[in-house]
């Protein structure tokens, strides 16, 4: 009768210990990349500038030579500097980047929503929306 007990408690416990951990780990969490470069200063300052200005305007600074380029930037720096102390906080500077990145998106989207709403009627129907998406398929 002993055998039979301690056979069952060997099994339970090897059933026990090699089963899932009961434990749940904290996912992590990450926010999106400001910028689909890669960031390596040592290389470029590209990630930077796309994260600062927007995929979208820090193209167009690519093509400006240098001194247009600080001109703008130094118009840029006085609407980053929302309290006018001369000065652009950490603060600010976030705020300016999140700023930047969600006007990219917005236009992102209205460019995709005018791709899709072919009628231009201001809707963008199930056939409007297969024949923009699918429609090299169909």
């Not at 026990?16 to 749940?24: D, I």
């Not at 006007?103 to 899709?116: N, S």
């Amino acid at each position: 009768m002993l055998f039979p007990r301690l056979l069952l408690c060997l099994a339970a416990w090897a059933l026990c210990s090699s089963g899932k951990p009961t434990e749940r780990k904290e996912r992590v969490v990450r926010e999106a990349p400001l910028s689909a470069r890669e960031h390596d200063d040592a290389q470029s300052f590209d990630y930077d500038h796309d994260a600062f200005l927007g995929a979208e305007e820090a193209k167009s600074f690519d093509q400006l030579t240098p001194e247009e380029s600080k001109e703008r930037l130094g118009k840029i720096v006085g609407k980053i500097d929302e309290n006018g102390d001369g000065f652009v906080t950490v603060e600010e500077l976030k705020a300016w980047i999140k700023f930047a990145q969600k006007r990219w998106i917005y236009e992102d989207v209205e460019r995709q929503w005018k791709g899709h709403d072919l009628n231009e009627d201001g809707l963008v129907s199930w056939e409007e929306y297969k024949n923009a998406t699918y429609g090299y398929i169909l």
